[in-house]
C-alpha cells in the first residue's frame, strides 16, 4: 500500500522476480502479498512458501491437506501490498508509475511506499486505539473481548504508558536460563547430596518408611519435570485461557495482561517468556509446597525436574514461534500444532513442550484443520 492509501499495481513479472527469503512475495487471486517477514514464522517452514514464490496460492489455502483458518486469512491481508494487472492497463501506467516516480529503483519506491508494513491494519476499524497503551482500554471491550483478543495481528504492543512499567513486561530469550540455569545447578548438587548422606526417608505410616537412596535422584528429577509438564497444562488451560466474565472489568485486563496479549500478537518476541520477577512467584510457591509435603531431599529434587522442566517449556514455546524446526522433527509437529492452537483452536491444544495431557483430557486438536 502506498502512504496515501491507494493500492500499487504489479504486473505478473514483477511479482515473479520476488522469490527470495529477502523479498518473498505470493498472489492470492489478483491481489499481492510480501510474506518475506512471515517466512521463518510459518508452521510448516519457510521452503514452503519459498517454493510458490511469485505464484497464486489460493489453491493451497483451501486444501487439501489443511483449509486455513478464517484467522490465517485475517492475518495475511497483513502483508497485502497491491494488486495484479496488465503491463498495458490504464492503472499500471497511471497510477503506478506515478506512484513509484519515473525512473527510480523498485527498491527505492517500496521503502518510500512502505511496502510490507502492517502498520494500518485495524487502525480505522479496531476496538482499541493502537496509538495508545492497551492495558487500560481491554477492559471496556466487554463482551467483545473475547473475539478480539483471539483474532491476531502482527504488530507488538504497549501495555503501559510508563516506561519503566512497559519495560518490566518484556523479556529476551537468553534471560530465562540466565537466571534460572545457575538456580537448576546448584540444586541439583545441593539435592544430591542430601540424599547421598542416607537419611532421606519417605515415611507412608509413622512405622514405615522407604528409604530414598542417592541413584534414584535421576529418576526423581525426570518425575519432577514430568509433574512440571501436567502443571504447564493445567496453567495455560485453566488460567491463561479462562473466559473472564464480559462484565468485569478487572478481569477482562487481568486476563490480557497475564496472556490475553500473547495471543493477540503472537510474534512479539519481547513477550515470548515469562519475565524472571513474574516466574518467581508461581515457582516459589511450588517450592514452598514440595517443601512442605515431603522430605527435603526428596522435595527440592522434585522441585528442580520441575524447575529445569519450566525453562525448557519456556525455551520451546520461543523456539516454536521463530525457530523453523527441519520437517518430521519432534518440533516440526509442535510448531503446527501451537500456530493451530493461536489461529483456529484457542480452546484446545493447550500442551506446549508435549501434546501428551492434551489426550485424557479430549482437548487435541484435530489433525485435518489448520
Known amino acids: 500500500m502506498s502512504q496515501s492509501g491507494s493500492p500499487l499495481f504489479f504486473t505478473e513479472k514483477e511479482v515473479a522476480t520476488h522469490c527470495s527469503k529477502e523479498s518473498c512475495w505470493v498472489l492470492k487471486g489478483t491481489r499481492v502479498y510480501d510474506v518475506s517477514s512471515f517466512l521463518r514464522r510459518h508452521p510448516g517452514g519457510e521452503a514452503l512458501i519459498l517454493r510458490r514464490a511469485g505464484r497464486d496460492i489460493s489453491p493451497e489455502l483451501e486444501g487439501p491437506p489443511h483449509r486455513h483458518s478464517e484467522n490465517a486469512r485475517r492475518w495475511m491481508e497483513q502483508y497485502y501490498i497491491g494488486e495484479l494487472v496488465e503491463r498495458d492497463s490504464p492503472e499500471y501506467y497511471t497510477e503506478t508509475l506515478r506512484q513509484r516516480g519515473s525512473g527510480r529503483g523498485s527498491s527505492e519506491a517500496e521503502d518510500e511506499l512502505g511496502i510490507s508494513k502492517c502498520s494500518k491494519v ?10 495508545k497503551p492497551l492495558a487500560w482500554q481491554v477492559g471496556h471491550l466487554g463482551e467483545k473481548y473475547d473475539a478480539w ?31 534460572w540455569m545457575p538456580l537448576v545447578i546448584y540444586l541439583c548438587w545441593y539435592s544430591y547430596s542430601l540424599l547421598a548422606q542416607g537419611s532421606t526417608k519417605l515415611f507412608l505410616t509413622s512405622e514405615l518408611s522407604i528409604p530414598i537412596h542417592k541413584y534414584s535422584f535421576p529418576f526423581i528429577f525426570m518425575l519432577g519435570m514430568f509433574m512440571w509438564s501436567f502443571i504447564e497444562y493445567c496453567i495455560h488451560r485453566f488460567l491463561f485461557h479462562m473466559r473472564p466474565p464480559a462484565h468485569n472489568y478487572y478481569l477482562i485486563t487481568l486476563h490480557f495482561l497475564l496472556h490475553g496479549q500473547h495471543h493477540k500478537s503472537p510474534f512479539d518476541g519481547s513477550r515470548l517468556v515469562f519475565p524472571p520477577g513474574i516466574a518467581s512467584i508461581m515457582i516459589g510457591a511450588f517450592y514452598l509446597i514440595l517443601r512442605q509435603l515431603l522430605p527435603e531431599g526428596l522435595g527440592v529434587s522434585l522441585f528442580v525436574g520441575g524447575l529445569c522442566g519450566y525453562v525448557v517449556y519456556d525455551m520451546i514455546h520461543y523456539y516454536l ?25 484457542q480452546r484446545a491444544g493447550f500442551g506446549i513442550t508435549t501434546t501428551f495431557w492434551d489426550y485424557p483430557f479430549n482437548t487435541v486438536i484435530p489433525e485435518q484443520t489448520f
Open 122 to 131: 485495524d487502525d480505522e476499524t479496531d476496538l482499541v486505539d493502537w496509538r
Open 149 to 179: 483478543v483471539h483474532q491476531p495481528v502482527d504488530r507488538p504492543i504497549r501495555l503501559f504508558e510508563s516506561d519503566f512499567f512497559e519495560a518490566n513486561t518484556k523479556t529476551a530469550w537468553y534471560m530465562v536460563p540466565a537466571v
Open 321 to 345: 514461534h521463530y525457530g523453523s524446526p527441519s520437517k518430521g522433527s519432534y518440533l516440526y509437529g509442535l510448531k503446527a500444532y501451537h500456530v493451530k492452537h493461536h489461529f483456529e483452536h
